[in-house]
Protein backbone atom coordinates (compact mmCIF):
# COMPACT_ATOMS: atom_id res chain seq x y z
CA UNK A 1 0.00 0.00 0.00
CA UNK A 2 1.32 3.02 -1.05
CA UNK A 3 1.24 6.40 1.25
CA UNK A 4 -1.32 8.20 -0.62
CA UNK A 5 -3.74 5.20 -0.67
CA UNK A 6 -3.77 5.20 3.35
CA UNK A 7 -6.15 7.41 4.85
CA UNK A 8 -4.72 7.21 8.64
CA UNK A 9 -6.33 9.35 10.83
CA UNK A 10 -4.29 8.53 13.90
CA UNK A 11 -0.72 9.30 13.65
CA UNK A 12 1.70 7.70 16.16
CA UNK A 13 5.11 9.60 17.08
CA UNK A 14 8.09 7.72 18.10
CA UNK A 15 7.96 4.10 16.59
CA UNK A 16 10.32 2.64 19.58
CA UNK A 17 10.24 0.42 22.26
CA UNK A 18 7.17 1.73 23.41
CA UNK A 19 5.37 3.84 20.60
CA UNK A 20 5.53 0.68 17.78
CA UNK A 21 3.49 -2.15 19.95
CA UNK A 22 0.96 0.48 20.30
CA UNK A 23 1.11 1.75 16.83
CA UNK A 24 0.54 -2.37 16.17
CA UNK A 25 -2.10 -2.87 18.63
CA UNK A 26 -3.93 0.13 16.92
CA UNK A 27 -3.43 -1.17 13.67
CA UNK A 28 -4.64 -4.68 15.33
CA UNK A 29 -7.98 -3.11 15.92
CA UNK A 30 -8.82 -2.21 12.19
CA UNK A 31 -7.85 1.16 12.32
CA UNK A 32 -5.39 2.75 9.84
CA UNK A 33 -2.34 4.47 11.59
CA UNK A 34 0.71 6.27 10.32
CA UNK A 35 3.91 5.86 12.39
CA UNK A 36 6.13 8.73 11.91
CA UNK A 37 9.56 8.15 13.27
CA UNK A 38 12.79 9.94 12.67
CA UNK A 39 14.58 6.32 12.09
CA UNK A 40 15.02 5.73 8.66
CA UNK A 41 15.78 2.25 8.78
CA UNK A 42 13.12 1.40 11.53
CA UNK A 43 10.03 2.89 9.09
CA UNK A 44 11.71 0.83 6.41
CA UNK A 45 11.28 -2.53 8.20
CA UNK A 46 8.27 -2.22 9.70
CA UNK A 47 6.83 -0.94 5.94
CA UNK A 48 8.38 -4.88 4.89
CA UNK A 49 6.75 -6.46 7.64
CA UNK A 50 9.98 -7.17 9.81
CA UNK A 51 9.90 -6.35 13.51
CA UNK A 52 12.51 -4.13 14.78
CA UNK A 53 12.21 -5.18 18.29
CA UNK A 54 12.39 -9.33 18.39
CA UNK A 55 12.37 -9.29 22.11
CA UNK A 56 8.74 -8.10 22.05
CA UNK A 57 6.52 -11.08 22.32
CA UNK A 58 3.06 -10.93 20.35
CA UNK A 59 4.76 -8.26 18.30
CA UNK A 60 6.58 -9.82 15.22
CA UNK A 61 2.91 -11.23 14.12
CA UNK A 62 0.90 -8.04 14.08
CA UNK A 63 4.40 -6.30 11.99
CA UNK A 64 3.70 -9.10 9.40
CA UNK A 65 0.11 -8.67 9.55
CA UNK A 66 -0.17 -4.48 9.31
CA UNK A 67 3.32 -3.54 8.28
CA UNK A 68 3.17 -1.67 5.13
CA UNK A 69 -0.25 -2.57 4.94
CA UNK A 70 -3.13 -0.17 7.46
CA UNK A 71 0.42 0.43 9.68
CA UNK A 72 2.73 2.51 7.62
CA UNK A 73 5.98 4.23 8.79
CA UNK A 74 7.58 7.53 7.33
CA UNK A 75 10.30 9.58 8.50
CA UNK A 76 8.60 12.58 7.19
CA UNK A 77 6.43 14.71 9.51
CA UNK A 78 4.64 16.16 6.53
CA UNK A 79 3.45 12.98 5.34
CA UNK A 80 0.77 13.08 8.14
CA UNK A 81 -0.63 16.30 7.19
CA UNK A 82 -4.18 14.87 6.50
CA UNK A 83 -4.11 12.77 10.18
CA UNK A 84 -6.35 14.40 13.00
CA UNK A 85 -5.48 12.63 15.83
CA UNK A 86 -1.22 12.73 16.91
CA UNK A 87 -0.02 10.16 19.73
CA UNK A 88 3.41 11.41 21.09
CA UNK A 89 6.12 9.19 22.37
CA UNK A 90 9.58 10.17 22.28
CA UNK A 91 11.89 9.81 24.93
CA UNK A 92 12.56 12.15 27.63
CA UNK A 93 15.84 11.63 29.85
CA UNK A 94 17.27 13.42 32.22
CA UNK A 95 20.50 15.36 31.90
CA UNK A 96 23.91 15.03 34.31
CA UNK A 97 22.30 17.15 37.46
CA UNK A 98 19.16 14.67 36.88
CA UNK A 99 17.11 17.79 35.20
CA UNK A 100 14.26 17.11 32.48
CA UNK A 101 16.08 17.19 29.11
CA UNK A 102 13.28 18.30 26.85
CA UNK A 103 15.74 18.04 23.87
CA UNK A 104 13.99 15.24 21.74
CA UNK A 105 10.69 16.06 22.79
CA UNK A 106 10.70 20.00 21.81
CA UNK A 107 12.08 18.77 18.28
CA UNK A 108 9.21 16.61 17.69
CA UNK A 109 6.44 18.65 19.08
CA UNK A 110 8.29 21.54 16.34
CA UNK A 111 7.88 19.23 13.78
CA UNK A 112 4.07 18.31 15.01
CA UNK A 113 3.31 21.95 15.55
CA UNK A 114 4.43 22.59 11.35
CA UNK A 115 1.46 20.14 10.55
CA UNK A 116 -1.01 20.76 13.41
CA UNK A 117 -4.86 22.04 12.52
CA UNK A 118 -7.64 23.42 14.18
CA UNK A 119 -9.56 20.66 15.41
CA UNK A 120 -7.06 18.80 16.11
CA UNK A 121 -6.10 16.24 19.06
CA UNK A 122 -2.79 15.76 20.62
CA UNK A 123 -2.30 12.95 22.99
CA UNK A 124 1.21 12.68 24.73
CA UNK A 125 1.72 9.23 26.39
CA UNK A 126 6.16 9.93 27.22
CA UNK A 127 6.11 10.18 31.26
CA UNK A 128 6.59 13.46 32.21
CA UNK A 129 6.84 16.22 35.01
CA UNK A 130 3.13 16.59 36.67
CA UNK A 131 1.94 20.14 34.89
CA UNK A 132 4.27 19.61 31.37
CA UNK A 133 1.19 18.51 29.20
CA UNK A 134 -0.74 21.90 30.19
CA UNK A 135 1.97 23.83 30.33
CA UNK A 136 5.52 23.77 27.94
CA UNK A 137 4.10 21.02 25.39
CA UNK A 138 0.76 23.35 24.74
CA UNK A 139 2.90 26.90 24.53
CA UNK A 140 5.00 25.08 22.38
CA UNK A 141 2.37 23.53 19.98
CA UNK A 142 0.29 27.07 19.96
CA UNK A 143 3.76 28.65 19.37
CA UNK A 144 4.86 26.83 16.21
CA UNK A 145 1.28 25.52 14.73
CA UNK A 146 -0.06 29.44 15.24
CA UNK A 147 -3.52 28.06 16.83
CA UNK A 148 -4.80 29.50 19.85
CA UNK A 149 -5.63 27.74 23.13
CA UNK A 150 -8.60 25.72 22.82
CA UNK A 151 -8.33 25.52 18.77
CA UNK A 152 -7.31 21.90 19.08
CA UNK A 153 -7.40 19.25 21.84
CA UNK A 154 -4.52 18.14 23.92
CA UNK A 155 -4.55 15.46 26.52
CA UNK A 156 -1.90 13.11 28.48
CA UNK A 157 -2.23 9.35 28.61
CA UNK A 158 0.89 7.59 30.48
CA UNK A 159 1.97 4.39 28.92
CA UNK A 160 2.07 1.20 31.30
CA UNK A 161 3.75 -1.10 29.24
CA UNK A 162 6.60 -3.01 30.29
CA UNK A 163 9.36 -3.83 27.42
CA UNK A 164 8.48 -7.98 26.57
CA UNK A 165 5.00 -7.25 27.84
CA UNK A 166 3.65 -4.32 25.82
CA UNK A 167 0.91 -6.02 23.50
CA UNK A 168 -0.44 -7.62 26.66
CA UNK A 169 -0.02 -4.94 28.75
CA UNK A 170 -1.94 -2.94 25.79
CA UNK A 171 -4.26 -4.95 25.61
CA UNK A 172 -5.41 -6.18 29.92
CA UNK A 173 -3.57 -3.51 31.99
CA UNK A 174 -5.56 -0.10 32.84
CA UNK A 175 -4.78 2.92 30.86
CA UNK A 176 -5.57 6.49 32.12
CA UNK A 177 -6.53 9.35 29.94
CA UNK A 178 -6.79 12.82 30.95
CA UNK A 179 -7.35 16.62 28.69
CA UNK A 180 -5.97 20.08 29.29
CA UNK A 181 -9.63 20.84 29.69
CA UNK A 182 -12.78 18.51 29.69
CA UNK A 183 -13.33 18.69 25.96
CA UNK A 184 -10.06 17.51 25.37
CA UNK A 185 -10.51 14.41 27.76
CA UNK A 186 -13.69 13.27 26.31
CA UNK A 187 -11.93 13.67 22.77
CA UNK A 188 -8.84 11.77 23.87
CA UNK A 189 -11.12 9.32 25.78
CA UNK A 190 -13.57 8.99 22.48
CA UNK A 191 -10.42 8.09 20.58
CA UNK A 192 -8.45 5.83 22.72
CA UNK A 193 -11.97 3.53 23.46
CA UNK A 194 -11.61 2.78 19.74
CA UNK A 195 -8.39 0.28 20.78
CA UNK A 196 -8.03 0.49 24.91
CA UNK A 197 -10.62 -1.92 26.42
CA UNK A 198 -9.46 -0.61 30.01
CA UNK A 199 -9.52 3.28 30.25
CA UNK A 200 -10.51 5.75 32.38
CA UNK A 201 -10.76 9.00 32.24
CA UNK A 202 -9.61 11.07 35.06
CA UNK A 203 -10.02 14.94 35.75
CA UNK A 204 -6.45 16.54 33.81
CA UNK A 205 -3.75 16.45 32.47
CA UNK A 206 -1.92 16.62 35.35
CA UNK A 207 -3.66 14.48 37.20
CA UNK A 208 -2.71 11.35 34.52
CA UNK A 209 1.19 12.61 34.47
CA UNK A 210 1.08 12.25 38.52
CA UNK A 211 -0.60 8.68 38.15
CA UNK A 212 2.79 7.34 36.05
CA UNK A 213 5.16 9.51 38.23
CA UNK A 214 3.48 7.81 41.59
CA UNK A 215 3.59 4.22 40.02
CA UNK A 216 7.69 5.09 39.54
CA UNK A 217 8.13 5.97 42.60
CA UNK A 218 6.75 3.89 43.90
CA UNK A 219 8.61 1.42 42.58
CA UNK A 220 12.17 3.34 42.98
CA UNK A 221 11.48 3.28 46.85
CA UNK A 222 10.45 0.09 47.30
CA UNK A 223 13.28 -1.82 45.52
CA UNK A 224 15.64 0.58 47.63
CA UNK A 225 13.75 -0.95 50.73
CA UNK A 226 14.42 -4.46 49.81
CA UNK A 227 17.75 -3.82 48.90
CA UNK A 228 18.67 -2.07 52.59
CA UNK A 229 16.53 -5.45 53.74
CA UNK A 230 18.64 -7.68 51.90
CA UNK A 231 21.87 -6.06 52.98
CA UNK A 232 20.54 -6.38 56.60
CA UNK A 233 19.39 -9.74 56.33
CA UNK A 234 22.97 -10.91 54.87
CA UNK A 235 24.16 -9.56 57.82
CA UNK A 236 22.12 -11.61 60.44
CA UNK A 237 23.04 -14.33 58.47
CA UNK A 238 19.14 -14.82 57.29
CA UNK A 239 17.95 -15.78 54.08
CA UNK A 240 16.12 -13.09 52.63
CA UNK A 241 14.13 -14.65 50.04
CA UNK A 242 13.06 -16.88 52.01
CA UNK A 243 11.38 -14.67 54.48
CA UNK A 244 10.36 -12.47 51.33
CA UNK A 245 8.55 -15.13 50.27
CA UNK A 246 6.20 -15.54 53.81
CA UNK A 247 6.65 -11.57 53.73
CA UNK A 248 4.96 -11.36 50.97
CA UNK A 249 1.42 -11.44 50.70
CA UNK A 250 -1.86 -8.91 49.34
CA UNK A 251 -0.95 -6.20 52.43
CA UNK A 252 3.43 -6.67 51.72
CA UNK A 253 4.65 -6.59 48.47
CA UNK A 254 8.54 -6.50 49.24
CA UNK A 255 10.48 -5.61 45.89
CA UNK A 256 13.56 -8.17 44.83
CA UNK A 257 17.24 -6.44 45.52
CA UNK A 258 19.24 -6.14 42.80
CA UNK A 259 22.64 -4.75 41.57
CA UNK A 260 19.90 -1.64 41.20
CA UNK A 261 17.66 0.17 39.06
CA UNK A 262 18.43 0.65 35.53
CA UNK A 263 16.04 1.99 32.37
CA UNK A 264 14.52 4.61 30.99
CA UNK A 265 12.01 4.77 33.58
CA UNK A 266 12.03 4.16 37.19
CA UNK A 267 15.84 5.79 37.88
CA UNK A 268 14.29 8.63 35.89
CA UNK A 269 10.83 9.39 37.57
CA UNK A 270 11.64 10.30 40.99
CA UNK A 271 14.14 13.17 39.63
CA UNK A 272 11.06 14.75 37.86
CA UNK A 273 9.24 15.56 41.63
CA UNK A 274 12.87 15.79 43.13
CA UNK A 275 13.63 18.51 41.26
CA UNK A 276 10.59 20.00 41.27
CA UNK A 277 10.67 20.31 45.23
CA UNK A 278 14.26 21.62 44.68
CA UNK A 279 12.99 24.39 42.45
CA UNK A 280 10.74 25.11 45.17
CA UNK A 281 13.15 25.24 47.74
CA UNK A 282 11.66 22.52 49.35
CA UNK A 283 14.08 19.56 49.59
CA UNK A 284 12.38 18.37 53.26
CA UNK A 285 9.54 17.27 50.95
CA UNK A 286 11.53 14.77 49.04
CA UNK A 287 14.15 13.00 51.15
CA UNK A 288 12.25 9.64 50.83
CA UNK A 289 12.68 9.68 46.97
CA UNK A 290 16.31 10.99 46.79
CA UNK A 291 17.48 8.81 49.67
CA UNK A 292 16.16 6.16 47.50
CA UNK A 293 17.32 6.93 44.72
CA UNK A 294 20.90 7.51 46.17
CA UNK A 295 20.85 3.77 48.01
CA UNK A 296 19.86 2.20 44.84
CA UNK A 297 22.73 3.68 43.11
CA UNK A 298 24.61 2.92 45.58
CA UNK A 299 24.14 -0.91 45.49
CA UNK A 300 27.10 -1.27 42.47
CA UNK A 301 29.38 -0.59 45.60
CA UNK A 302 27.75 -2.90 47.96
CA UNK A 303 28.08 -5.79 45.29
CA UNK A 304 31.48 -4.85 44.32
CA UNK A 305 32.85 -5.71 47.61
CA UNK A 306 30.64 -8.68 47.89
CA UNK A 307 32.86 -9.60 44.65
CA UNK A 308 36.08 -8.90 46.40
CA UNK A 309 35.16 -10.62 49.26
CA UNK A 310 34.93 -13.84 46.77
CA UNK A 311 38.07 -13.30 45.10
CA UNK A 312 39.65 -13.59 48.63
CA UNK A 313 38.61 -17.07 48.80
CA UNK A 314 40.46 -17.88 45.28
CA UNK A 315 43.69 -19.23 45.71
CA UNK A 316 45.43 -16.51 43.30
CA UNK A 317 46.25 -13.00 42.92
CA UNK A 318 43.81 -10.73 42.67
CA UNK A 319 45.21 -9.52 39.37
CA UNK A 320 45.14 -12.62 37.93
CA UNK A 321 41.43 -13.57 38.90
CA UNK A 322 38.96 -13.91 35.70
CA UNK A 323 35.88 -12.13 36.81
CA UNK A 324 32.78 -12.85 34.45
CA UNK A 325 29.90 -10.67 35.01
CA UNK A 326 26.46 -12.45 33.71
CA UNK A 327 24.68 -9.99 32.06
CA UNK A 328 25.26 -6.28 31.94
CA UNK A 329 21.62 -5.20 30.00
CA UNK A 330 19.61 -2.86 32.86
CA UNK A 331 17.20 -5.86 33.54
CA UNK A 332 17.14 -10.09 31.98
CA UNK A 333 15.61 -10.06 28.63
CA UNK A 334 16.31 -6.81 27.21
CA UNK A 335 18.60 -5.80 25.30
CA UNK A 336 18.72 -2.03 26.61
CA UNK A 337 21.33 -0.50 28.34
CA UNK A 338 20.62 3.12 29.57
CA UNK A 339 21.23 3.62 33.33
CA UNK A 340 22.41 -0.22 33.54
CA UNK A 341 23.66 -0.71 37.04
CA UNK A 342 25.29 -4.17 35.94
CA UNK A 343 27.25 -2.46 33.12
CA UNK A 344 27.76 0.47 35.69
CA UNK A 345 29.14 -2.57 38.16
CA UNK A 346 31.49 -3.97 35.47
CA UNK A 347 32.95 -0.67 35.15
CA UNK A 348 33.46 -0.13 38.63
CA UNK A 349 35.36 -3.16 38.81
CA UNK A 350 37.32 -2.39 35.99
CA UNK A 351 37.99 0.35 37.68
CA UNK A 352 39.30 -0.79 40.57
CA UNK A 353 42.06 -2.53 38.73
CA UNK A 354 40.36 -6.45 38.18
CA UNK A 355 40.39 -8.51 35.23
CA UNK A 356 36.38 -8.21 33.93
CA UNK A 357 34.95 -10.03 31.59
CA UNK A 358 31.39 -10.07 30.18
CA UNK A 359 29.13 -12.84 29.57
CA UNK A 360 25.31 -11.95 28.14
CA UNK A 361 23.36 -14.18 26.21
CA UNK A 362 22.09 -11.35 24.61
CA UNK A 363 24.54 -9.68 23.30
CA UNK A 364 27.40 -11.26 21.12
CA UNK A 365 31.23 -10.19 21.14
CA UNK A 366 31.07 -7.07 19.44
CA UNK A 367 28.08 -5.43 20.76
CA UNK A 368 30.11 -6.43 24.47
CA UNK A 369 33.21 -5.06 23.15
CA UNK A 370 31.05 -1.68 22.18
CA UNK A 371 30.86 -1.18 25.75
CA UNK A 372 33.95 -1.61 26.60
CA UNK A 373 34.77 -5.51 27.76
CA UNK A 374 36.16 -8.95 26.52
CA UNK A 375 33.26 -11.60 26.28
CA UNK A 376 34.23 -15.16 28.24
CA UNK A 377 32.04 -18.58 28.44
CA UNK A 378 31.68 -18.45 32.33
CA UNK A 379 33.75 -21.57 32.45
CA UNK A 380 36.88 -20.50 31.39
CA UNK A 381 36.66 -17.41 34.53
CA UNK A 382 37.68 -18.20 38.18
CA UNK A 383 34.83 -16.31 39.60
CA UNK A 384 31.35 -16.06 37.89
CA UNK A 385 28.55 -13.31 38.73
CA UNK A 386 24.91 -13.71 37.68
CA UNK A 387 23.74 -9.79 38.53
CA UNK A 388 20.31 -10.74 38.03
CA UNK A 389 19.88 -14.22 40.13
CA UNK A 390 22.61 -12.33 42.69
CA UNK A 391 25.10 -15.30 42.85
CA UNK A 392 28.29 -16.62 42.50
CA UNK A 393 28.71 -19.61 40.17
CA UNK A 394 30.85 -21.70 40.15
CA UNK A 395 34.15 -20.83 37.89
CA UNK A 396 36.98 -22.93 37.04
CA UNK A 397 38.97 -22.12 39.85
CA UNK A 398 35.96 -23.25 42.31
N1 LIG B 1 10.00 1.58 26.99
C1 LIG B 1 9.16 1.42 27.99
O1 LIG B 1 9.04 0.37 28.63
C2 LIG B 1 8.30 2.57 28.39
C3 LIG B 1 8.53 3.88 27.94
N2 LIG B 1 7.71 4.88 28.38
C4 LIG B 1 7.92 6.26 27.94
O2 LIG B 1 8.13 6.28 26.52
C5 LIG B 1 9.25 7.08 26.23
C6 LIG B 1 9.91 6.53 25.00
O3 LIG B 1 10.40 5.27 25.37
P1 LIG B 1 10.87 4.20 24.29
O4 LIG B 1 9.82 4.01 23.26
O5 LIG B 1 11.33 3.03 25.07
O6 LIG B 1 12.14 4.94 23.62
P2 LIG B 1 12.95 4.42 22.34
O7 LIG B 1 14.26 5.10 22.38
O8 LIG B 1 12.86 2.93 22.26
O9 LIG B 1 12.07 4.97 21.11
C7 LIG B 1 11.93 6.35 20.84
C8 LIG B 1 11.67 6.49 19.35
O10 LIG B 1 11.37 7.85 19.07
C9 LIG B 1 11.99 8.20 17.86
N3 LIG B 1 12.16 9.65 17.80
C10 LIG B 1 13.05 10.40 18.49
N4 LIG B 1 12.90 11.70 18.17
C11 LIG B 1 11.87 11.77 17.28
C12 LIG B 1 11.24 12.83 16.57
N5 LIG B 1 11.63 14.10 16.72
N6 LIG B 1 10.23 12.52 15.73
C13 LIG B 1 9.83 11.24 15.57
N7 LIG B 1 10.39 10.19 16.21
C14 LIG B 1 11.40 10.46 17.05
C15 LIG B 1 13.31 7.44 17.86
O11 LIG B 1 13.81 7.31 16.55
C16 LIG B 1 12.89 6.11 18.49
O12 LIG B 1 12.51 5.17 17.51
C17 LIG B 1 10.14 6.97 27.48
O13 LIG B 1 10.96 8.10 27.62
C18 LIG B 1 9.10 6.91 28.60
O14 LIG B 1 8.76 8.22 28.98
C19 LIG B 1 6.68 4.65 29.26
C20 LIG B 1 6.44 3.38 29.70
C21 LIG B 1 7.20 2.26 29.30
C1 LIG C 1 5.78 0.32 37.96
C2 LIG C 1 6.35 -0.59 36.94
O1 LIG C 1 6.26 -1.79 37.03
N1 LIG C 1 6.99 0.00 35.94
C3 LIG C 1 7.55 -0.81 34.88
C4 LIG C 1 8.91 -0.25 34.51
O2 LIG C 1 9.44 -1.07 33.52
P1 LIG C 1 11.04 -1.27 33.34
O3 LIG C 1 11.24 -1.72 31.95
O4 LIG C 1 11.78 -0.07 33.82
O5 LIG C 1 11.37 -2.52 34.26
P2 LIG C 1 11.41 -2.71 35.84
O6 LIG C 1 11.04 -4.12 36.12
O7 LIG C 1 10.69 -1.66 36.56
O8 LIG C 1 12.99 -2.59 36.14
C5 LIG C 1 13.61 -1.36 36.31
C6 LIG C 1 14.87 -1.64 37.11
O9 LIG C 1 14.51 -1.99 38.44
C7 LIG C 1 15.11 -3.23 38.80
N2 LIG C 1 14.18 -3.93 39.70
C8 LIG C 1 12.91 -4.19 39.29
C9 LIG C 1 12.04 -4.80 40.16
C10 LIG C 1 12.48 -5.17 41.45
O10 LIG C 1 11.75 -5.75 42.27
N3 LIG C 1 13.77 -4.91 41.81
C11 LIG C 1 14.63 -4.28 40.96
O11 LIG C 1 15.79 -4.06 41.31
C12 LIG C 1 15.37 -3.95 37.51
O12 LIG C 1 16.46 -4.82 37.65
C13 LIG C 1 15.71 -2.80 36.57
O13 LIG C 1 17.07 -2.47 36.65
O14 LIG C 1 8.79 1.07 34.05
C14 LIG C 1 7.94 1.22 32.90
C15 LIG C 1 7.92 2.68 32.58
O15 LIG C 1 7.31 3.44 33.30
O16 LIG C 1 8.48 3.02 31.58
C16 LIG C 1 6.55 0.74 33.27
O17 LIG C 1 5.69 0.91 32.17
C17 LIG C 1 6.64 -0.70 33.68
O18 LIG C 1 5.33 -1.15 34.03
Known amino acids: MELSDIKAKIAVVGLGNAGLPLAAVIADRGIA ?127 RIMTGYSISRLREFPKVIGGTDEESGLAAYQLYRQFISNLHLV ?78 EMFDKCRLLHTSRILNDEMIQYWAERILLECMKINKPLCEIKICIKGITFRAGVREFYHSRNLALARLLYDKGLDVYVADPLLNNDEVAARGFESIKPEEADLVFDPFQLNFESGKAL
Not at 217 to 224: E, L, T, W
Open 203 to 280: SSASVAEMIKVMEGCYRDVNIALANELYKICQDLGIDFFEAREKACHQFCHIHLPSTGVGGHCIPVYPWFLIKEMEKR
Open 33 to 159: VLGVDINDERCRLINQGTNPIPEEEGLEELIIRHGGKSFIATPRFEDARDCSSFIVIVPLFVDQSNNPDFSIMDKALLSLGRILKKGDLVVLETTFPPGTTSGRVKKLLCECSGLGEGEFFLAYSPE
